[in-house]
């Protein structure tokens, strides 16, 4: 009696599911393999092909994958300096980290647009100190920037919740039997933290990887994403088709991505479970 409560417990989910994810995919399936005529075509999917989408789509993969980059080099010295002072998930120091996650996303990149263009706050600050002012605005590093600062919290929780819990015997273990830091940081909390890395990862290049606010604003609208090129095919040619067409292949890459990060990550954890045993 009790499983069949439970069971229904889950309705109100499997209700949300469907109707915003598994109908809205239908729509783009049927959109995507169907031409303007309402006939089969594999045309839309093809369009990928075209020079423009070719262009769009790896630079979209380029500036995910330097964004994500980024972002764990950030995030990762981050969490070794909060595990090692023992911050809590609830102090100040995370709640400075998880603040800027409270505003809204394209407040945030505004901020950045002004902070970015040419008499914004930063060539004003060059301006006083006597340096010449940097082209920032509408360039791939622009965009860069808005990314990182906007995905930056989804590496940095996962990293801090994985490193965190790490037992201290084991680093303890690892010191007592000659491992010095770089050791002891490659050959032990690096493996055991592969599960929070790979979270971090698939949250910040996923996202990085379809936006188009982010390179729109910061971009000027002249660099031109995969995101920005299926946002323009249905809100400003109204082609569903081809955009559906497009949206598809591009999930395809954000599930060859995912699977590609996952497939290193059980390689890792193997590897690890091999590593640290002493």
């Not at 009696?1 to 417990?9: E, I, T, V």
């Not at 509408?138 to 990293?159: K, Q, R, S």
């Not at 995969?226 to 109204?238: A, L, Y």
Request: some cysteine; glycine content about 8%; aromatic content about 12%.
């Amino acid at each position: 009696m009790k499983s069949k409560n439970a069971r229904w417990l889950a309705a109100p989910y499997i209700i949300w599911m469907i109707g915003f994810i598994v109908i809205p995919l239908f729509v783009i399936l049927c959109y995507g393999f169907v031409n303007s005529r309402g006939y089969f075509t594999f045309a839309n999917v093809l369009a990928i092909g075209r020079r423009e989408h070719l262009k769009a789509l790896g630079l979209s993969i380029f500036l995910a994958a330097i964004s994500t980059l980024i972002c764990f080099l950030l995030a990762y010295p981050l969490g070794l300096i909060l595990r090692a002072r023992n911050v809590g998930a609830g102090s100040f120091i995370t709640f400075i980290f998880i603040l800027p996650m409270w505003m809204n996303f394209l407040l945030r990149t505004l901020a950045w647009q002004t902070l970015l263009e040419r008499k914004g706050v930063i060539n004003a600050v060059l301006t006083a100190l006597h340096l010449p002012n940097q082209h920032l605005i509408n360039t791939p590093a622009a965009i860069v920037f808005g990314m990182v600062y906007n995905y930056l919290p989804f590496m940095i929780l996962p990293v801090y919740n994985a490193l965190v819990k790490i037992d201290d015997n084991t680093i303890n273990a690892a010191r007592d039997l000659g491992a010095n830091f770089w050791q002891t940081l490659l050959r032990v909390i690096l493996p055991l933290s592969v599960p929070g890395i790979v979270s971090g990862i698939t949250m910040v290049f996923v996202p990085a990887l379809t936006t188009f606010v982010v390179s729109d604003l910061l971009g000027g609208g002249k660099i031109l994403l995969i995101g920005n090129v299926i946002e323009q095919e249905f809100m400003r040619t109204s082609d569903w088709n081809l955009g559906s067409g497009l949206s598809l292949v591009l999930m395809v890459f954000v599930i060859l991505s995912m699977l590609l990060v996952n497939h290193f990550d059980e390689q890792s954890t193997g590897v690890s479970g091999r590593r640290t045993m002493f």
